[in-house]
């Protein structure tokens, strides 16, 4: 396997806590969710799917934080 790089936007809940959510469609020519996105979240090979609430690294695209 591989680490899959994932664009996501990281929206609040309500207290204020950040969540993952991945973007539709990952294909490398779909530049309009890269532009979209707040993150990338980094998958490594050994975690398989996950479920809704797994925590996971992620690369801020830009100043949120």
């Known amino acids: ?9 990281l929206p609040r809940d309500g207290q204020g806590q950040l969540w993952a959510q ?3 469609n990952q294909g490398s ?3 309009s969710s890269l532009v979209q996105a707040d993150a990338l979240l980094v998958l490594p090979p050994a975690l398989g799917n996950l479920e809704a609430g797994t925590r996971v690294d992620v690369v801020l695209l ?4």
């Open 1 to 9: 396997g591989r680490t899959e790089w994932v664009r996501a936007t």
């Open 22 to 24: 991945p973007m539709g």
């Open 29 to 31: 020519a779909m530049l």
């Open 62 to 65: 830009h100043g949120l934080l």
